[in-house]
């Protein structure tokens, strides 16, 4: 615990970097609304990009997620500039298949909405649709080992969104919400 | 997938049957709070027994952790029943330290909340206060292998809430917080 | 902790009981390696079935893989029978999308050879090849709501295995193994 | 997937580098297997310091761990040579309580052996025994905010493979091992 004389984390600031450094890294919100929409478009007809897209915005306005975020893409920058230590660095620079730290980080993104959303992490994260096959090019310069996984697992972590929201609109729709069931 | 004509589910009947089962196995929402004020009473020295049992109500609404309480107490009912396959009885009457099926369970309820939790959980689960001992007391014929991990990790989770919550209202405190910051 | 003179595991009635019971819920290691055969021939073009059926029991000789599968079987056995409690009945006879405890016991087998394997694991779980379209179909009166992602889970862990491996065999041909480096 | 040609792995050099850096990060065996040892000692009251420090090289020498190890290593000195990006940099500078990237490193070694270690990591995590309590003081300049998760992780690993083989030793005493179960 620190002496909170000395350190006043501000979460503003880290909800800030985190929509900065994914800009700078190129990546848009459009583009993982896009991955959502993909993953649950044969499940909801109706869904839009732009229900996607405020489910994208509600999985990055957790710390948790926005923690995972900085920590993966300082890795790949640091991969990029050649200043990791040595087996660190080959390790992630060339996505080596035994190297899993980067599963891991995207796991703790996926959690945030529950396991229903493994299945989908999974599956995007091995077909490479839209942005995550442009992010996965080995051949650009650019190091991106944990920002793909990242952002598959915020878009899967929006699918799970989506699942739990579209069961309550079904609820409220057959007049079946009520006030919350409390533990005596 | 299910044909929605078929199977409709309804999220109040899963929160109603977590709190009676809660309840029928003899925990209350006071006494899992009285773990979480445990768990956080040196860092917040104000934190009340109200505002614990506010963060496990709010624990108990999410439907992963629902799903973990009924799917533990199913199990643990079915040992005291003697109802399982050979290996598994034996396994779950005895609390077999090999088994860890019910650390499981109860990592999905810690994760609600992020990572930041596990150790809390760990630590009750291994100093098993308050409630948790009588959960763990093996000689009066109830079996509680799954239930008191569950416990533990929903005090856990509830703990993990009240940091979020806390440093949210320094921030406010200092007039910090803004609206929220978007991905372009 | 059990004592000693009351209750004495036998690992053995463990491994055999998981073997008998997924023989009895109709599947086949074979069966099973093809799946990891199906996850791994692009990268190994020379994999061979039978290595694939090896690592397949390399990863149910483990005892957290069997504790999943035998706590996976059960329950939906139970569901099958129709003996859960209320809405845990519904839920695992639909296998409801908002139910992800069969996910979670799926990580848990996934794990047992790292976070390489989450990516295999989410795909056949979402794509459902070989014998997962058989568990997963919902019209034959049999429950493998639990089953079919332990099997794609193993299938997973039994890839992530032969990553392993191959490595090893790979620098062991370039006369690059040598003894282990421990810790000072 | 990188082309052979242009990347070969050495394990042993991941090996060499994970037992390099801990020595470098004054962490010796030693102290992880004292770790272990205050963990197991109540159950197996004959356990050595020596058998102790066998289990945690066994958990040393997993890809999966060092991965971890390195990793985190790696992100405690850049905090420490103020090298990180700026939440970032004061997030982990801090060992600030609502970052949990290194529980979730932490964690990706603790599952080497299974769930069972999970109670047991959180346990000295929280306590900070040992060499815990050095890791963890904020004074001496030293960033550890990762390391003191990850040795507390390495001897909960080790501790839940010691509990693996004391039940596969029970058994050889009673003469109940024989050979593997395998699947038809």
Redesign the interface.
């Known amino acids: ?2 002496n ?1 004389g ?14 900065e ?3 700078k890294r190129g990546v ?2 459009r583009e ?1 609304a896009e991955l959502t929409l993909f993953l649950q478009k044969d ?1 909801y007809p109706d869904l839009t990009l732009r229900e996607c897209e405020e489910n ?2 509600a999985v ?5 997620v926005q ?2 975020v ?2 993966g ?3 790949d ?2 991969a990029e500039e050649g ?6 660095q ?2 992630i620079h ?8 980067d ?6 993104i996926v ?2 909405y ?3 959303g ?6 995007v ?3 490479k649709p839209g942005i995550l096959v442009r992010l996965n090019d ?1 051949h650009d310069g650019e190091i991106h080992t944990f920002l793909d996984d990242i952002v598959g697992a915020i878009a899967a972590a929006a699918a799970s969104r989506i ?2 929201r579209k ?2 609109e ?2 409220e729709a ?1 007049g ?3 006030e ?5």
Chains 1, 2, 3, 4 share one sequence.
Not at 180 to 184: A, F, M, S, T
Request: net charge negative.
């Open positions: 615990m620190s909170p000395e350190y006043a984390l501000n979460s503003k600031a880290v909800a800030q970097a985190t929509a450094w994914l800009a848009t919100k993982i499940y994208v915005d990055l306005s957790k710390r948790e923690n995972a900085l920590t893409i300082q890795l920058l640091l200043k990791l230590m040595a087996p660190l080959e390790m060339n996505d080596e298949g035994l190297y899993g730290c599963e891991i980080l995207a796991l703790s959690n945030v529950g396991s229903i493994l299945t989908n992490f999974g599956y994260d091995k077909l080995k699942a739990h069961q309550a079904r609820e057959r079946e919400r009520g919350d069931v409390q533990l005596p």
